[in-house]
């Protein structure tokens, strides 16, 4: 009977610590993923990694972080916000003022020829760069998102170059 019972309460503590070393790994988990329900998540991978990262908001109240790589000032804009909290996706995005208007067909042979990064021209002939990112439900690992990031870097880089700026 003691036996039983001893067993019986080793197998409760087991399953109760089990239980907590999930929930505690869950959470280690989430404090590396960067979400853009948390805006903050990105501004630390952002500095993480060197870069400039000012969290700041846009003419709407939606968070903005502020940042620049190789002498270009970039921002990632926030989508799907509720009341400019819990946002689910985000949006790189860098401008270039061209002293020219950005030719169509040079925007298109950017789209066709580079996989990474949607160019256009503004009203007033401006280049513009961007790349959307979900990050909903959970985001991505912090690791992922730096890879991106070098992505991103070497897109505006590339674009930079292929617009003549």
């Keep these: 009977m003691f036996r039983a019972h001893s067993l019986s309460s080793f197998g409760m ?15 280690a988990v989430q404090a590396q993923s960067v979400t853009a329900s948390n805006p903050r998540s990105l501004v630390d991978a ?6 400039r990262g000012e969290l700041d908001a846009d003419s709407s109240g939606d968070p903005l972080v502020r940042s620049a790589s190789e002498g270009t000032n970039w921002a990632i804009y926030f989508y799907g916000c509720e009341n400019n909290r819990n946002c689910s996706s985000v949006q790189f995005h860098a401008g270039f003022e061209v002293s020219d208007k950005l030719p169509l067909a040079t ?7 580079w996989r990474f990064g949607s160019a ?7 280049a513009h760069l961007q790349w959307d ?9 912090r690791a992922l998102f730096l890879d991106t990031l070098e992505l991103w870097n070497l897109a505006v880089g ?4 292929h617009i003549g700026r």
């Design 13 to 27: 503590c087991f399953r109760y610590l089990s239980t907590l070393l999930l929930a505690a790994s869950s959470l």
């Design 46 to 51: 952002l500095q993480s990694a060197g870069y």
């Design 107 to 113: 925007a298109n042979e950017w789209n066709r020829s």
């Design 120 to 126: 256009y021209s503004d009203v007033n002939g401006n």
């Design 133 to 141: 990112l979900n990050l909903d439900e959970g985001g991505i690992s």
């Design 158 to 161: 590339r674009f930079r170059d």
